[in-house]
């Protein structure tokens, strides 16, 4: 699992960071802590899953607990082939 946090702010975050292309060529899920209107949420797109604000404390240990039953199970992820083209 890849985390990026990205700091909470009212407006639209342009911000993509550097390390995004490597996490998504990685290809393990990212948990995604940040607003909702910012750039990797618009990569990521509208379904994907693994995010929440920065201060949802019960948010995160739900997406960890997960992520970690996902991880014991051994279950398959993959980002959808746009996202990987883009970054090409």
Known sequence: ??????????????????????CISANKPILYLGPKESEVMRLLGPNYKFI?????????????NELFKNWKLEKEF???????????
């Open 78 to 88: 993959s980002f959808e082939n746009e996202i990987i083209d883009y970054l090409g």
């Open 52 to 64: 929440s604000s920065s201060n949802n404390v019960n948010k995160i240990k739900s997406l960890i």
């Open 1 to 22: 699992m890849n985390v990026i946090i990205e700091a909470e702010n009212k407006g639209l975050s342009p911000f993509l960071p550097a390390k995004f292309p490597h």
